[in-house]
């Protein structure tokens, strides 16, 4: 059983999370950033910001947003109210526990580059970072607690993870007489049993995240491109990533049909946000 919330301000490293919602959402199709588009009466990045701050793990919660986006501003401020006035209507809730500082940042052209543009705005004191995407809106908070559990334990990097269900098979394009058959060619199975998938928050001593940004930066568009979470980048420094069991509920809030489930997920039988552990 997860431990109750915790501030790590006693008992483990100053913790910053970074949410990262300045993508335009061109799969979830909605012609507007996808941190905008409404999910149960709120917007996506409204459930993702209120899922970090029931945590109660970060000194700091730092959004990257798309450059210019005044609502999406809005939003954020709008957010930081709400800590506030939760805190006044029950103080003792929130004794001993500083609220954490909303920090927004103007994110980049890609996802790595929005990571980057939050790192730069970290305080000081900062310790250790949890990344996480805005899209993953529904992140149950024991989640958040299993990554910064194993970053008070000492691990560099940490990553919550899912096992896979389907059979995953490696392909190429087919050549020569068999394109008239099928586009794919198989070429192997993968052994799913070693298989996971890659959710966030992913967690990560300050240091070492800023090192694996930092070489980052310097891969051409294509390499880039490949960079589709911040462990793969940890990982090319050579450093240990360990892995958590990360939440169904927490999934990627990507194409029309997540968000049905996202909207299912929140109007569920329970009738409660936080349906899985
Ligand atoms: N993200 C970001 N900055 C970018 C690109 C993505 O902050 N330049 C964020 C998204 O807002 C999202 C997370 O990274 O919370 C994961 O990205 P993804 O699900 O791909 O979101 P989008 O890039 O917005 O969607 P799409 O790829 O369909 O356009
Ligand atoms: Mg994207």
């Given at each position: 059983m997860d431990s109750a919330p915790t501030n790590t301000s006693a008992d483990g490293p100053v913790t910053a999370v970074i949410v990262v919602a300045a993508?335009?959402?061109?799969?979830?199709?909605?012609?507007?950033?996808?941190?905008?588009?409404?999910?149960?009466?709120?917007?996506?990045?409204?459930?993702?910001?209120?899922?970090?701050?029931?945590?109660?793990?970060?000194?700091?919660?730092?959004?990257?947003?798309?450059?210019?986006?005044?609502?999406?501003?809005a939003l954020c401020e709008a957010f930081t109210k709400e800590l506030k006035a939760e805190r006044r209507s029950t103080p003792a809730a929130g004794q001993g526990v500083q609220l954490p500082v909303v920090t927004i940042v103007d994110g980049g052209a890609t996802r790595a580059?929005?990571?980057?543009?939050?790192?730069?705005?970290?305080?000081?004191?900062?310790?250790?970072?949890?990344?996480?995407?805005?899209?993953?809106?529904?992140?149950?908070?024991?989640?958040?607690?299993?990554?910064?559990?194993?970053?008070?334990?000492?691990?560099?990097?940490?990553?919550?993870?899912?096992?896979?269900?389907?059979?995953?098979?490696?392909?190429?394009?087919?050549?020569?007489?068999?394109?008239?058959?099928a586009p794919e060619l198989v070429t192997g199975t993968a052994a799913r049993e070693t298989l996971r998938a890659v959710q966030t928050p992913q967690g990560f001593e300050l240091g070492t995240l800023r090192r694996a940004h930092e070489t980052a930066a310097s891969l051409d568009a294509g390499q880039a491109a490949a960079v589709t979470d911040d462990a793969m980048l940890v990982e090319l420094l050579g450093v240990p990533v360990h892995a958590v069991r990360g939440a169904s509920q927490s999934l990627k809030i990507t194409t029309p049909l997540d968000l049905i489930i996202a909207e299912g997920l929140l109007e569920g039988p329970l009738g409660v946000r936080w349906v899985e552990g």
């Open positions: 993508g335009s959402g061109q799969r979830l199709g909605y012609g507007m950033p996808k941190a905008k588009v409404p999910l149960g009466g709120d917007s996506i990045l409204t459930h993702a910001l209120r899922g970090v701050a029931a945590a109660g793990i970060a000194q700091q919660i730092c959004v990257a947003i798309p450059p210019g986006d005044t609502e999406l501003h580059a929005s990571v980057r543009a939050a790192l730069a705005a970290l305080l000081p004191a900062t310790e250790a970072v949890l990344v996480h995407d805005a899209a993953r809106a529904l992140t149950p908070e024991a989640v958040f607690h299993r990554v910064s559990q194993a970053l008070a334990a000492g691990a560099v990097a940490v990553i919550p993870v899912m096992p896979v269900v389907d059979t995953v098979k490696t392909v190429e394009p087919t050549t020569g007489d068999g394109a008239a058959i």
